[in-house]
């Protein structure tokens, strides 16, 4: 909602490349913290070449998020000029096939393109363009937070500090060049101002979660810090069991309450927007074991949001 997207792309040059860059570990990017991602950056630049487009919240705003993007990939590749591009698809399956065609058409040389969804989880190469991408993203946030003294966290819609600026802004009647204002939220607050924040904020499942659903102020700014509870106690529960990142074979009553209480609607939005890997993961995995329907249906619910004919959902959803 705040910030620019970034998009990058990873040159190797040779076979050797290649295996120096899985031999890092990189792996899809959002299953690491900051300082891993961080770490990873300064190791994947020392090996191969990247190239990065930075995009203005204010080029969003003009031409949405997709055909900026796509042609934000093109420059990149137009100027690598690869024999073959691995790339993580923007778009839902069924719009694979268009993009794809989109994108060959504005190559002027031959290149294989490979597109698919989730492609960092399956490629090494695009899992290091997604971590630098987003590394640089938080060197943006970092130098937006310089520049307005707020605490604008990272810039998604989950985040209390995102959305105490936003109110902040639609109190003043404007919002700065760093905001997408295509955004369905901020169009929202433009109509209408956020309702008052809750006095001391969330204080966890055992201090307010009967009450969650019971009026604007606690949905809009109590699930976030419920699930990321949930997703916490999850984590310190399989570090006392030894057991690392797994979920636990046992199910936690406290956790349970809060997946029943928020919905499969926002636990989607807290799975994809979320700037905690770690908390994403852990809850993930949580699902999977414990709540496996309950997962389908919140996967779909955030490949929905991201189909090319749910524009301003998918914006809601998020991204680098």
């Not at 268009?98 to 960092?120: I, Q, T, W, Y």
């Not at 999850?234 to 309450?257: I, K, T």
């Amino acid at each position: 909602m705040i910030g620019p997207l970034v998009v990058a792309g990873v040159l190797v040059q040779s076979e050797r490349e290649l295996a120096e860059l899985e031999a890092l570990g990189v792996r899809d990017s959002k299953a690491l913290t900051r300082p891993q991602r961080q770490a990873l950056a300064r190791e994947i630049e020392t090996i191969a070449r990247v190239e990065l487009k930075i995009i203005p919240a204010r080029a969003l705003d003009a031409r949405g998020v997709t055909a900026v993007e796509l042609e934000a990939m093109a420059q990149i590749l137009r100027k690598a000029r690869p024999r073959t591009a691995l790339i993580d698809a923007p778009v839902a399956p069924g719009a694979i096939p268009s993009f794809k065609g989109a994108l060959r058409r504005a190559l002027p040389f031959d290149c294989e393109l490979v597109v698919e969804n989730k492609a960092d989880a399956r490629y090494p190469l695009v899992a290091a363009a997604s971590i630098v991408a987003k590394v640089q993203r938080d060197r943006e946030m970092a130098r937006l937070r310089r520049r307005y003294g707020e605490r604008l966290g990272w810039g998604y819609p989950s985040e209390p500090g995102v959305r105490a600026f936003l109110r902040r802004c639609a109190e003043r009647g404007e919002f700065p060049d760093c905001v997408r204002r295509r955004w369905r939220t901020v169009r929202r607050l433009l109509e209408r101002p956020l309702a008052p924040e809750a006095p001391g904020g969330y204080t966890g499942p055992e201090g307010g979660l009967d009450d969650m659903t019971k009026g604007e102020t606690k949905r809009d700014y109590g699930v976030e810090e419920a699930l990321l509870d949930a997703a916490h106690r999850l984590q310190a529960h399989a570090q006392a069991q030894g057991q690392g990142v797994g979920a636990p074979e046992e199910r936690l009553e406290a956790v349970d309450r809060v997946i029943r209480r928020v919905g499969p609607h926002q636990v989607a939005h807290f799975l994809a927007t979320t700037g905690d890997a770690q908390a994403v993961a852990a809850l993930r995995a949580y699902l999977q074991r414990h709540w496996p329907a309950y997962l389908e249906l919140v996967e779909r619910l955030i490949q929905a949001a991201r189909r090319p004919e749910n524009e301003d959902v998918m914006r809601e959803f998020g991204g680098d």
